[in-house]
């Protein structure tokens, strides 16, 4: 396949989980690729996995300063950017009487400030054509307990693509977002949740009776990427297997 065939691309959070996937793709596509990661252990695993032709930039999303850094590599590797996955972010759970303004910033740092001054570094390399796709949320749209905060930011993040394919459509620049349900990455053994509890969790509340892929969101992403989607913007996909339906 070559639908990204001489594109450049920077995949926020590639180094695991849906980003380190959705760099596996777009470089079977054909694309030149970039990612960022936080953990140097994981920058080594997936440097392994993907190979010293991808440019790998260790940066904290949450960091905002950080993203123009992160512009200015970027710049300096490839000389302009075709696709931008905002795939990086943090997903804290717990009851409202818990969080305290620390945690709440730290959530709102990551997932929403960093991205957006993220964009915002990037302008002056993106091309025309480019398309942007930010990784947002099932919660954005389902009132699960727990998940004030966390529902919080991937709701302004969705709201930012739609705002941002308004405003950034003149200059060529595609702006959509994909809305993930439970996807089995190593997010859910992070938060304590068991195989039985995962499972569990799938049969009573997934009408697909099973957590997604990170090929499943990986593909929808390569798709919002790509030239088969021109006329495709501000939209969402969700890829939740019927959970948002309930």
Same mark, same amino acid.
């Given at each position: 396949?070559?639908? /990204?065939?001489?594109?450049?691309?920077?995949?926020?959070?590639? *180094?695991?989980?849906?980003? @380190? %996937? =959705?760099?596996?793709?777009?470089?079977?596509?054909?694309?030149?690729?970039?990612? *960022?990661? =936080?953990?140097?252990?994981?920058? %080594?695993?997936?440097?392994?996995? &993907?190979?010293?032709? !991808? /440019?790998?930039?260790?940066?904290?999303?949450?960091?905002?300063?950080?993203?123009?850094? !992160?512009?200015?590599?970027?710049?300096?590797?490839?000389? +302009? /950017?075709?696709?931008?996955?905002?795939? #990086?972010?943090?997903?804290?759970?717990?009851?409202?009487?818990?969080?305290?303004? %620390?945690?709440?910033?730290?959530?709102?740092?990551?997932?929403?400030?960093?991205?957006?001054?993220?964009?915002?570094?990037?302008?002056?390399?993106?091309?025309?054509?480019?398309?942007?796709? /930010?990784?947002?949320?099932?919660?954005? +749209?389902?009132?699960?307990?727990?998940?004030?905060? $966390?529902?919080? *930011?991937?709701?302004?993040?969705?709201? @930012?693509?739609?705002?941002?394919?308004?405003? @950034?459509?003149?200059?060529?620049?595609?702006?959509?977002?994909?809305?993930?349900?439970?996807?089995? =990455?190593?997010? $859910?053994?992070?938060?304590?949740?068991?195989?039985?509890?995962?499972? #569990?969790?799938?049969?009573?509340?997934?009408?697909?009776?099973?957590?997604? +892929?990170?090929?499943?969101?990986?593909?929808?992403?390569?798709?919002?990427?790509?030239?088969?989607?021109? $006329? =495709?913007?501000?939209?969402?996909?969700?890829?939740?297997?019927?959970?948002?339906? &309930?």
């Amino acid at each position: 396949m070559s639908r /990204l065939q001489n594109k450049t691309a920077l995949i926020t959070g590639g *180094t695991s989980g849906i980003g @380190l %996937e =959705t760099a596996r793709q777009f470089i079977a596509e054909g694309a030149r690729v970039a990612v *960022t990661g =936080t953990n140097p252990a994981n920058i %080594e695993t997936a440097r392994a996995e &993907l190979g010293d032709k !991808v /440019l790998f930039i260790q940066s904290n999303a949450g960091d905002i300063a950080g993203q123009k850094d !992160v512009a200015e590599t970027v710049k300096a590797a490839f000389g +302009h /950017l075709d696709i931008l996955f905002v795939n #990086a972010g943090i997903a804290e759970f717990g009851p409202v009487e818990q969080w305290s303004e %620390e945690a709440f910033d730290r959530s709102v740092a990551i997932n929403v400030k960093g991205p957006f001054f993220l964009v915002q570094a990037l302008l002056p390399i993106l091309a025309n054509p480019a398309s942007i796709v /930010l990784n947002t949320s099932i919660n954005a +749209h389902i009132g699960m307990p727990n998940t004030s905060i $966390y529902a919080l *930011t991937k709701g302004a993040l969705l709201t @930012l693509a739609k705002t941002l394919s308004g405003e @950034l459509i003149g200059r060529g620049i595609r702006v959509n977002a994909v809305s993930p349900g439970p996807i089995t =990455t190593p997010l $859910y053994g992070k938060l304590g949740m068991s195989d039985a509890d995962t499972k #569990a969790m799938a049969a009573a509340k997934i009408p697909a009776g099973r957590f997604g +892929h990170p090929s499943e969101v990986a593909k929808a992403v390569v798709f919002l990427a790509s030239g088969e989607s021109p $006329y =495709t913007v501000g939209s969402e996909l969700v890829i939740d297997g019927g959970m948002s339906n &309930l």
